[in-house]
């Protein structure tokens, strides 16, 4: 999460100790995390700083992100683009660490790239992807975390182009070992949330977590000896290495696979006809649990909202 002047995240503060039982066991086992985004280019706007100042001292981990647009906030090639990029993220965990040092903290971009016919940000295209693993590896480089911009697409409805978008971004993001994704459920360049959309993210998501996992290769899954016992022009479906494994095989929930005729008798539906679906059935079913002292939590917030007028 992001609070960007010292008011909001002295209140996030206040109400995450009091979930967790006191500051001092907020500092101990911090259950929220934020991040500053800079100023490009080279620059971080004060509010901001002042609120990274009161989560360094609370013990809060704290990242730093930076939002470059190539050809606009910052230079046009990606080299350049990242060497900028690079340069504010290191100026604010470097300010950081020298007054709370020990304290997490962590390598956030979201660079991208200006649409030159009509000065929006592209999110998404080889610039915005190259620029994605440029994030990652510095980040490994310098030993420390990597919060990734990576499905936030250009597109303005779920459609094939924000399919594109998000399975290739996804795709740089896992292969490039970024730790954390962020932007899951965004179109048109982070301007719009869309509950369907955040689905069709979470699918593309897991089905990359799985592809990067890669497979065990040991005598059992190698199954030599099954190939040998079930021999030519038979199947394996009645066997026990079957019946032991296939449960591991990955499985949809969004993604259409059904045959032809069922598909048809269900009236065609569309992946996003399931992730509407869904979502739908989420917003009404779905009940979180109330968190402890909710009154006390209610009562914060109220506080916040009167000093904030």
Known sequence: ????????????????????GGRSALRQRPIISNFQCSVSPLAYDPSALEAVFTFGEAGIPTGFMNMTIGAGTAPATV??????????????MVLFELFFPGVPTFYGSCATTMELRSGNVTCGGPEDYLLQAVGCQMARFYGIPSNIGTFATGAKVSDWQAGVDNAVSGTVSQLAGADMMCGAGLLNGARVFSFEQLLLDCETFDLLRVVSQGFEINEETLAVDVIHSVGPRNHFLKTKHTKAHMRAVWQPTLLDRTPWTEWISKGRPSANDNARAKARS???????????????????????ERSAH
Not at 1 to 20: C, F, K, S, Y
Not at 282 to 304: G, N, S, V
């Open 79 to 92: 080299a350049g683009n990242a060497v900028l990029a690079n340069a504010e993220v290191l100026a604010g």
């Open 1 to 20: 999460m992001t609070a960007v002047d010292a008011l909001n995240a002295r209140g996030t503060i206040e109400i995450a100790a009091e979930v967790v």
């Open 282 to 304: 989420i917003l009404a079913t779905h009940q979180p649990e109330p968190l402890p002292e909710a009154d006390r939590i209610h009562k914060i917030i109220a506080d916040y």
